[in-house]
């Protein structure tokens, strides 16, 4: 879908500083009713994403840390239903699941004295039933399913849409009799970075050259068509020349 | 590290090598060879003269000073005669070109105006002494009536005279030595290991005694081969000289410079030898058979040691410094090591080990951090500390430490003062070196591997070099290209058209007529003794050349002699070069792959000089080199070299451009391409050495002196010569390759050119700053694997700059004082297209075709094998003379050299087009052939290994292995028909294409003929492919395969799954149902407003609810677009919207009020139970997952029953009973939760409750098998649930 940049800019505009909420999210809807849902997140998500970037060095400073977490313990003490770890991030402008994140490793410090490994809190992220603290599995299940720019349910979104725009555009791809080789074949094949799909018979779009489509699906501002690039697609291109890059 | 302290690493590295050169002089004067002392030679030059003048100056006495000094100066011919480098008059004389340090520069080895009987120089060397060696000889013989009868009659197995010959020598030795309890009773190999003991002594005595030891006295029917003799006779060869020359590894041919000049002699070196010595020795060697033959001279060479001893022992070491001639008596004390029993190192003699350990440390590195001029002539010298042989025991520690006392100032105390010292060093070393080490060819990691000191001093080292040496597939031969070639058919260009007139074009065709019969006649004939190239074809030569009038006959000329150089010389790798046309193609066809590198492993045996040279010999024309080498300096004409360096610029500059098109990722299919791309390079790669160094013989030929000139002449020479410009721009191309990162490719050439630079081009400021980049090229290359590049092309480069650097022209002092300009050359290196460096093209025949002198390690080693053999049994295996049936087949061996002969001919009459289209075609079935069967053949291998695998992947994982194994172990019996397979293919697909391609009007004849050779071609290269790659692809793949299995068999779902999703989609799915990530996204909304925090009057409505969940199904039914991540997302959500939905959490809003009557808490309830009841039903139909239902009884789940006031239990029941009913849960896992869940800390009366429960639901499966519904039990008011507690 085609996204003027001027529209794009309003919306970025609008987005300027808002959490990440559903509230935010609803909003945000009733101000741009052209736009679907799905693109609305993905922007919305891209521009919270560049806001933590910049921010998210000051909230990991040791007093940072020790300060939100007394806080957390002395709302806690006060009223353990409220909810003290989403306000918490909402006041400081942080995401809720980063900060549930930070809570909860400086809790597991506190409870067995040594730095918990990343392997154990994204598990007890994803399943807050293994918090062996009742009340902060609580208030980090409340962080997570709240926050709709990280944490594993957004993660877990992302990564299932764009599973669906693989499918989707392997479909497309039936659908056009373009002969192609997936990443599966191309793994098979040797091949060490492997795009989305290699056009067997490369075929033009709007007088470009295509030899390969990866999909992102996801929103494609400047910012993270740089990163990509520079992540991904320079090796592929050492690889395999001209490539689309293909945005749902 | 060291890098930082630039000012003290230039007067540092320099001191810490010539101190541990220093330190190990006396060990290593007995070791097998020297000429890594001449290393030293790169020293500076500046600090060495000055301490040669003044030491000189300190007298005589100060011993280890004045060798020092020596180590300094060895580094020009002269040292062979006098220490003192400034005398021009030594350099000159001619006996100076017989030491290998000096005859890098001597111009007997590269010119052809010596005679061949010149460059033969060990006879030459010794002319000088002949008389006191005759002395010497004559005294000796004398003992040998005393002691032969003895000998004679041990061997007849008479014990009586064979104790009295033993109580003579155990006489004579204790004349020679104090401690006679020690020997007393040894037996006769212990007196050989006194022997040993004894030989750094005779190393020391004077040069007039030496040549007792001569080699060529002496040849090398040594211990070794005497005992071989003894205990299997079967294997011993007869002493004719070339057997009995190679396998003791005798660096009898290190006195002659290079291949070049020796070749004559290298092919029967000791001939020579033999014909020389002939009136001292022949008499003895006739009249007396072979066998006793050895033993005289093993009697004799003890006697001999023995008396070298006595004269040399009472008078200390006798170190003359003036005695120049230690290089040379260093030789010749290495010739009888063979003989000796090597000292046994031991690790518990090693003394001042913190000491060697910090030296270790400190000299590797700068080793790893290329702070020494040539890291592989380090690795030389830790490798002959690591087999030095000697003076261990006591009383040669006491004379050393008698003699130190006198004249060693105590800073410098001798760390290296015996073998066990030298030994721990030189394994610390090794240790610490042993990424480089292990990337050395497969036989080099064999002898170390199996080396005995090693295994004793660091079992850890040992087992790594162990490993190293299994897993190596480094499998090196050094085979030098060979000599003869057939001449090659001249290709297109040459016609008429390309002539300015008939005569021009009549003239070139007779020049080349002329050349190529010179060139038969130099191959018929150079090896002939006494025949000498300028003699008998020089006026030829030239009076070809006079025919040149025209400057286009020259051009054309040079052009052929060019195509003809590199058809000849290209190297024994002959990569690049298409079927048929190599030399060693010949031997191929004629033997057929098999016996091939059987025969190549045998000939290289027999030529491949086994002599250790030093790991830098100076440049050499070898082989058909040597021919053009004196062709044009027989012609001596100004403008065919004019003319054949433009050629020769043209053709570098093609070849230094070479891209390697298809580089596609590293396995897989593309491994046919990638060879071939890798025989491309390897072919660019060795063209373009060789023509660099002919471009450089030319460029530097007018300036080339025989000796190095006097400095005095430098400035004069520099100033004239520097306005000229440059023939090739080689800066240019340097920095280029660097920025674009293709130093692989233009390194190893620009060396060559450079190694034949005259004595002042160095000074030049254009080569000056050319040498200065390469130095900062060799700084820069750390050795380690990283992605810019990989480990063998850095070790390429750097082992080809580290032999320029020892390259006698080479100026010394370069390498430790130049300033190194910092060029950014090699950070702004770009990745661009063309890059070679980081494609891994170098593997280890590569490494050693273009550095042979890396050999030198392997023969180093080996000759200690030898020398030991006697303790370990380790001989050197000897080759077995076959039997005459096997040459049978000797005809089919003619035939099939006739019939690649009529190939050759056959190609040379048609237009150069067919040739090429053949063997295009050859090499596309080729690789088409092999593609085929990894498709079809191995693909079906490997899913029959699935299948076997597929029972036994549950075993242990320890069995996995040998599981593997087993299983390829049956498949490679299959895999066998690959070949057969492979030709039908080749059989059936060549001729299709060359029909195609040929021009439809190509007479059949020629169109068969042409077929017949593409399929031969094409079956040739599957099947030597396939034949050696096919077990390692069926292997690599089952492995693959069965990895993949158990990764499927751990985790819970993964594959299986997946490729259900298609089958499960219902047959009639249109795929319009909602994606699964909509569908989290929503319920994740629902979850949002369930846990809060939500506005007063938020809620969702009911139908929303139910909708959701129909899509949910609908969905998950739907197979097309779910993925296991998103399945299990989906389970996890929908059971925490059950935990809600059962504490009642959910706000759910819209109910219609349908029964007006029922209480708006019994609608609430009765749409939960609906909700639940879906949830339930979706779980069990729709999920493919596993769905942590667990998770309902989890803490966190019932603590939102405990936070509720309002307890609703009834719909908690309900849920376990659902569960079980669904079988989601079995009854006992629950009552298990429910039971954990009392464990954790609750509000007392909540806990009392949930006790209660845990009751109801056990009670009530317990009683009730057909039981009435559930929720109609438990549906009772709160508080009777709690009247009953």
């Given amino acids: ?248 | 590290m060291l890098v930082p302290h630039v000012l003290l690493q230039k007067d540092f590295v320099p001191f810490l090598l010539n101190f541990l050169r220093e330190q190990t002089r006396q060990i290593l004067t007995n070791g097998p060879s020297t000429p890594a002392k001449t290393p030293n030679s790169k020293a500076i030059r500046s600090l060495a003269s000055q301490r040669t003048g003044s030491e000189r100056r300190a007298g005589n006495s100060a011993g280890s000073c004045s060798s020092r000094m020596q180590l300094f100066s060895q580094k020009t011919p002269a040292s062979s005669c006098t220490p003192d480098t400034s005398f021009p008059s030594s350099v000159s004389s001619s006996g100076s070109s017989a030491f290998p340090g000096s005859n890098l520069s001597s111009p007997c080895s590269d010119f052809p105006r010596t005679s061949p009987s010149f460059s033969c120089s060990p006879v030459f060397n010794h002319n000088e002494k002949r008389s006191s060696q005759k002395a010497s000889l004559g005294s000796f013989l004398m003992t040998t009536p005393e002691v032969q009868p003895m000998r004679r009659g041990r061997r007849k197995g008479n014990s009586s005279v064979s104790s009295i010959g033993r109580q003579v020598v155990r006489d004579l030795r204790r004349s020679l030595t104090e401690d006679d309890g020690k020997t007393e009773n040894t037996s006769l190999s212990g007196g050989r290991r006194k022997q040993s003991e004894m030989d750094p002594t005779s190393a020391n005595s004077p040069p007039d005694q030496l040549n007792l030891n001569n080699f060529e006295e002496f040849p090398p029917m040594s211990a070794a081969s005497s005992l071989t003799n003894k205990s299997k006779p079967s294997r011993r060869i007869n002493p004719t000289p070339v057997s009995a020359e190679r396998p003791l590894s005798k660096p009898k041919m290190c006195f002659t410079s290079t291949p070049v000049s020796q070749s004559p002699a290298a092919r029967f070196p000791s001939g020579t030898s033999t014909k020389t010595f002939a009136a001292n020795q022949e008499g003895n060697i006739t009249s007396i058979t072979g066998s006793s033959l050895q033993e005289e001279r093993e009697m004799l060479k003890k006697e001999r040691c023995k008396l070298l001893h006595q004269t040399s022992s009472p008078a200390g070491l006798s170190l003359d410094p003036s005695m120049s001639t230690k290089l040379n008596y260093s030789w010749s004390a290495s010739l009888p090591t063979d003989s000796q029993l090597v000292t046994c190192a031991d690790l518990s003699k090693v003394s001042c080990k913190k000491q060697l350990e910090q030296l270790a440390q400190l000299y590797s590195s700068c080793i790893s951090e290329n702070l020494v001029p040539n890291i592989f002539l380090e690795l030389f010298f830790v490798l002959q500390l690591l087999t030095s042989k000697g003076t261990t025991s006591s009383e040669d520690d006491k004379n050393d430490l008698e003699f130190s006392q006198g004249c060693r100032d105590a800073v410098e105390r001798q760390h290296f003062r015996n073998v066990h010292n030298c030994v721990y060093f030189a394994v610390q070393v090794l240790d610490r070196q042993f990424e480089i080490i292990s990337r050395l060819e497969k036989g080099t990691l064999k002898l170390l591997a199996e080396n005995e000191r090693i295994a004793s001093f660091s079992p850890g080292l040992h087992e790594r070099l162990m490993k190293a040496y299994e897993s190596s597939t480094a499998k090196v031969s050094l085979l030098l290209p060979s000599s003869i070639q057939s001449v090659s058919f001249q290709p297109e260009t040459d016609n008429r058209s390309n002539f300015p007139s008939d005569r021009a074009f009549h003239i070139f065709k007779k020049q080349r007529d002329i050349f190529y019969e010179l060139l038969r006649e130099w191959e018929d004939n150079h090896e002939k003794p006494g025949w000498d190239f300028e003699r008998v074809l020089g006026n030829r030569i030239r009076a070809m050349m006079t025919h040149f009038t025209a400057a286009y006959n020259h051009s054309h000329f040079a052009r052929l002699f060019q195509k003809q150089l590199i058809q000849m010389c290209k190297g024994p790798v002959g990569g690049g070069t298409s079927w048929g046309d190599t030399p060693d193609q010949d031997v191929l066809n004629m033997l057929g792959s098999d016996n091939l590198s059987r025969l190549k492993r045998l000939q290289e045996r027999f030529v491949v000089p086994q002599s250790i040279r030093g790991p830098c010999p100076p440049p050499a024309f070898p082989g058909c080199q040597q021919f053009f080498r004196d062709f044009i300096l027989s012609a001596g004409s100004y403008q065919f070299n004019q003319h054949l360096m433009d050629s020769l610029c043209l053709k570098i500059l093609e070849l230094d451009s070479l891209t390697l098109v298809e580089h596609e990722p590293s396995d897989g299919e593309a491994d046919m391409d990638e060879q071939d791309e890798k025989k491309r390079f390897t072919g660019a790669l060795m063209t373009l050495r060789l023509l660099a160094k002919f471009l450089g013989f030319l460029v530097f030929l007018p300036y080339r002196t025989v000796d190095p000139p006097s400095r005095d002449l430098q400035e004069s020479a520099v100033a004239l010569r520097n306005q000229t410009l440059p023939v090739l721009d080689v800066l240019k191309l340097l920095r280029r390759s660097i920025l674009n990162r293709r130093t692989i490719l233009t390194v190893p050439w620009v060396v060559e050119f450079l190694s034949l630079v005259d004595h002042f081009a160095p000074f030049l400021d254009y080569y000056g700053r050319v040498f200065s980049l390469l130095l900062q090229l060799y700084r820069y290359m750390v050795l380690s694997e990283d992605k810019e590049m990989s480990f063998l092309n850095k070790l390429l480069i750097l082992a080809v700059l580290g032999w320029l650097f020892q390259v006698p022209s080479v100026p010394e002092e370069l390498f430790f004082t130049s300033e190194i300009r910092q060029e950014r050359l090699m950070r702004d290196a770009v990745m661009s297209a063309q890059a070679l460096d980081s494609v891994p093209l170098v593997d280890q025949q590569l490494l050693y075709t273009c550095c042979p002198y890396l050999g030198e390690l392997r023969k180093l080693l080996a000759s200690f094998v030898a020398g030991s053999g006697a303790k370990n049994g380790g001989f050197i295996r000897k080759i077995t003379p076959t039997a005459a049936e096997s040459l049978a087949p000797k005809p089919s061996i003619t035939q099939q050299k006739l019939q690649v002969e009529l190939e050759q001919a056959f190609f040379h009459n048609q237009p150069p087009s067919l040739r090429r289209t053949v063997e295009f075609v050859a090499e596309r079935v080729g690789s088409n052939c092999v593609k085929h069967i990894k498709a079809t053949l191995v693909a079906e291998l490997v899913k029959k290994a699935e299948v076997m695998l597929q029972d036994k992947v549950k075993e242990e994982d320890a069995k996995h292995s040998k599981l593997l194994d087993e299983v390829c172990a049956q498949l490679y019996e299959e895999g066998a028909q690959a070949l057969h397979k492979g030709r039908e293919f080749c059989r059936l697909k060549g001729p299709e294409a060359v029909r195609v391609l040929l021009p439809e009007e190509t007479s059949a004849a020629v169109l068969s003929r042409a077929e017949d050779i593409a399929v031969g071609l094409a079956t040739e290269k599957a099947c030597i492919w396939l034949s050696t790659n096919l077990s390692a692809l069926i292997k690599r793949e089952v492995r693959t395969t069965f990895n993949r299995m158990l990764r499927v068999q751990g985790p819970s779902l993964p594959s299986e799954d997946a490729e259900g999703e298609r089958r499960s989609c219902p047959p009639d799915c249109q795929h319009h149902a909602p994606f699964p990530s909509q569908i989290i996204n929503e319920i994740k909304d629902v979850l949002c407003i369930a846990v809060g925090p939500r506005d007063e009057d938020e809620g969702i409505c009911y139908v929303q609810l139910e909708g959701l969940l129909s899509r949910l199904s609908q969905t998950l039914r739907c197979r097309k677009f779910v993925c296991p991540t998103s399945e299990q997302q989906l389970a996890r959500c929908t059971v925490e919207l059950a935990s809600l939905l059962v504490s009642d959490r959910v706000p759910i809003q819209g109910l219609k009020p349908q029964t007006p009557k029922k209480p708006e808490r019994h609608r609430v309830k009765n749409a939960i139970y609906s909700l639940l009841k879906s949830l339930l039903s979706v779980w069990k139909e729709d999920f493919w997952t596993p769905v942590p239902v667990q998770l309902m009884i989890s803490r966190k789940s019932v603590s939102y029953m405990a936070e509720v006031e309002q307890r609703e239990w009834d719909l908690f029941l309900f849920m376990l009973h659902g569960l079980v009913d669904h079988g989601l849960m079995g009854n006992a896992e629950i009552e298990s939760c429910l039971h954990s869940l009392r464990e954790f800390l609750w509000p007392s009366d909540f806990l009392k409750e949930l006790e209660t429960i845990s009751r109801i639901f056990i009670s009530e499966h317990n009683v009730a098998e057909p039981r009435t519904r559930p929720c109609e039990l438990v549906r009772q008011p709160r508080g009777t649930v709690a009247a009953q507690s």
Wanted: aromatic fraction near 10%; hydrophobic fraction near 40%; glycine fraction near 4%.
């Fill in chain 1, 1 to 248: 879908m085609k996204l003027s940049k001027a529209q794009y800019d309003e919306i970025a505009q609008f987005l300027g500083h808002v959490q990440p909420t559903r509230q935010s999210l609803r909003k945000l809807k009733e101000r741009f009713p052209g736009q679907s849902q799905s693109t609305l997140l993905s922007i919305f998500s891209q521009e919270y994403q560049k806001q933590i970037k910049r921010t998210h060095a000051k909230h990991h400073t040791a007093e940072a840390i020790e300060t939100y977490y007394q806080r957390y313990l002395n709302g806690v003490m006060k009223n353990a239903a409220a909810p003290v770890l989403l306000e918490l991030a909402n006041e400081v402008d942080f995401a809720p699941s980063l900060m549930a994140r930070i809570v909860l490793e400086r809790f597991l410090q506190e409870q067995e004295g040594a730095v918990p490994t990343k392997t154990l809190i994204n598990s007890m992220l994803r399943d807050p039933s293994q918090i062996p603290d009742g009340v902060l599995a609580n208030q980090v299940y409340q962080c997570t399913v709240n926050d709709c720019c990280y944490g594993p349910l957004v993660d877990c979104i992302k990564h299932a849409i764009g599973h669906e725009h693989e499918v989707l555009l392997r479909e497309m791809l039936l659908e056009k009799n373009l002969s192609f080789l997936a990443e599966e074949q191309l793994r098979a094949k040797g091949y060490d970075k492997t795009p989305d799909f290699i056009l067997e018979v490369p075929v033009a779009v709007e007088g470009h050259i295509i030899h390969w489509i990866e999909s992102k699906a996801s929103f494609g501002d400047e910012c993270s068509h740089q990163a990509y690039l520079h992540d991904q697609f320079w090796s592929y291109w050492n690889r395999i020349l001209h490539f689309i890059f293909c945005i749902c």
